[in-house]
């Protein structure tokens, strides 16, 4: 005698799991415009939240706080080249 339940396998296989996720056609859809973004401010220190957590728990790693500071200024100055690309910086009178 069988049971009620279907094999999981068989489900991904035929392709009718209800969670099988989008399908092409959604996925590929035309997205409404977001319209003009707000003017950005970079940080004027974007370590300040690595800071508030304190120091990273990594014995022997004395230095690893600077390394990930070192990373997120990085990155913030990166992200300030990108907006600046693209004429999004704000402006002093903003």
Same mark, same amino acid.
């Given at each position: 005698?069988?049971? =009620?339940?279907?094999?999981?396998?068989?489900?991904?296989?035929?392709? =009718?799991?209800? &969670?099988?996720?989008?399908?092409?056609?959604?996925?590929?859809?035309? !997205?409404? &415009?977001?319209?003009?973004? /707000? +003017?950005? #401010? +970079?940080?004027?220190?974007?370590?300040?939240? *690595?800071?508030? $957590? =304190?120091?990273?728990? $990594?014995?022997?790693?004395?230095? %690893?706080?600077?390394?990930?500071?070192?990373?997120?200024?990085?990155?913030? %100055? #990166?992200? #300030?080249? !990108?907006?600046?690309?693209? &004429? $999004? *910086?704000? #402006?002093? /009178? /903003?």
């Amino acid at each position: 005698m069988k049971s =009620g339940r279907r094999n999981p396998k068989s489900a991904r296989r035929s392709g =009718g799991s209800p &969670d099988a996720g989008p399908s092409p056609v959604d996925f590929w859809r035309t !997205v409404p &415009d977001a319209g003009v973004p /707000e +003017p950005i #401010t +970079p940080a004027a220190d974007p370590t300040a939240l *690595l800071r508030s $957590l =304190g120091r990273p728990p $990594l014995p022997g790693q004395a230095s %690893a706080d600077r390394y990930v500071a070192t990373v997120i200024e990085r990155a913030a %100055a #990166t992200a #300030t080249a !990108v907006a600046a690309s693209a &004429d $999004l *910086l704000a #402006t002093e /009178e /903003e």
